[in-house]
């Protein structure tokens, strides 16, 4: 029997990627609205509590009125927005994080981690549980992100573009400085950090792909553990994942001339770390697409968890 699938906000730019992928699988069956009801309360409500899993791809507020909608108890949700990220209620969906792949496969209510999180989590989650980085370490943390993470909106900005406006969108550009970026609270607690990580997130003028950098000190370490100490427990926590995969230590190989390539991981759902360094000084990196990993791969990846299918059904590894 087919299950049938409903995305609320399916015109979006993580609503329209979920929606081509699912359309190739026999498995599933996708309600759609008509496009001139895409905001219509009633139907979203009627498709809402039809579907057997339903996905919103929608802003925050508009993802809470969703969740109200729901009262069939067979009505399973996977949301894309930070409404519910930090809820009890709901279970964060980042399988590659100890016992937390279970907790998905019966989870009623989902919600796929924001982008620039899932950078920052899966690069400490295992050296905190581990007891390589305190709780208490003062983690600074930055990415570099392609304009897509902002969408339809934030792709407009940059794509429908006078010469002036142009000019001025080439050059990279900060945001959230007064340290307030929505995904700090699941940053905070996923990785069990005692106090808010410091992140600053850089925009640039490219479509998609994403780069997270955590530098650490050895001498702030509890135990002085060196890059290699890390290297080694990140490959060891990973070491069955398909779709996060530690790479070689410091290795020049993975540059190109000297330069790290944030786009390497587009149009998979493909997460790669790479710790950096020697001596004192400790640099881990993930990069990934935001609209892969950060985004609808990594949502239907829950999907295929909640069903029981092959996680990595229509997804691709590399
Ligand atoms: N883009 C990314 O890299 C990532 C996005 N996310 C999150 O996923 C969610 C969706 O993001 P994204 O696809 O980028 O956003 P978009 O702005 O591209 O799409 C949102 C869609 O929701 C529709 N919408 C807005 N309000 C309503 C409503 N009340 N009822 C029905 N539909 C509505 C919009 O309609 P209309 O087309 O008319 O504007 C639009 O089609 C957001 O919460 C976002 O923060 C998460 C991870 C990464
Ligand atoms: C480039 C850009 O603007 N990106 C967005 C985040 C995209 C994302 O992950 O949004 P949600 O937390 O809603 O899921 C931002 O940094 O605010």
Not at 40 to 62: H, M, S, W
Not at 216 to 231: E, G, N, V, Y
Not at 244 to 256: E, K, N
Request: hydrophobic share 35%.
């Amino acid at each position: 029997m087919r299950n049938t699938v409903f995305i609320d906000g399916q015109a979006g730019t993580t609503g329209l990627k979920i929606r081509e992928d699912l359309a190739k699988r026999t498995d599933i069956e996708l309600l759609q609205i008509d496009d001139d009801k895409r905001k219509d309360t009633d139907e979203r409500r009627k498709l809402l509590n039809e579907a057997d899993i339903v996905f919103f791809c929608l802003p925050d507020a508009a993802a809470r009125e969703s969740a109200s909608f729901v009262t069939n108890p067979r009505t399973r949700i996977i949301d894309a927005s930070t409404a519910f990220r930090t809820d009890n209620d709901w279970v964060y969906g980042l399988p590659e994080i100890h016992h937390q792949r279970d907790r998905i496969r019966s989870a009623s209510r989902v919600s796929v981690p924001g982008c620039h999180a899932t950078g920052l989590i899966l690069s400490l989650r295992p050296l905190i549980d581990a007891g390589i980085v305190g709780r208490d370490y003062p983690v600074t943390c930055s990415t570099v992100t392609g304009y897509s993470g902002a969408g339809k909106s934030g792709i407009a900005e940059y794509e429908n573009l006078t010469l002036a406006a142009a000019k001025q969108l080439n050059v990279p550009r900060h945001y959230s400085l007064q340290r307030n970026h929505k995904h700090i609270p699941e940053m905070q607690l996923l990785t069990g950090l005692t106090y808010e990580p410091s992140f600053t997130p850089i925009k640039a003028s490219y479509k998609q792909g994403i780069a997270m950098s955590v530098p650490l000190f050895s001498r702030l370490l509890p135990s002085k553990s060196t890059a290699r100490d890390i290297h080694d427990v990140l490959s060891e926590y990973y070491a069955s994942e398909r779709f996060v995969q530690v790479m070689p230590f410091d290795s020049d190989a993975h540059l190109d001339d000297g330069h790290f390539l944030i786009t390497a991981c587009n149009n998979t759902n493909r997460l790669e770390l790479f710790v950096f360094g020697h001596d004192d000084k400790i640099n881990i990196m993930a990069r990934y697409d935001n609209l892969g990993k950060g985004a609808s791969g990594a949502a239907i990846q829950n999907l295929n968890l909640m069903l029981g299918c092959d996680e990595g059904y229509c997804l691709k590894e590399r």
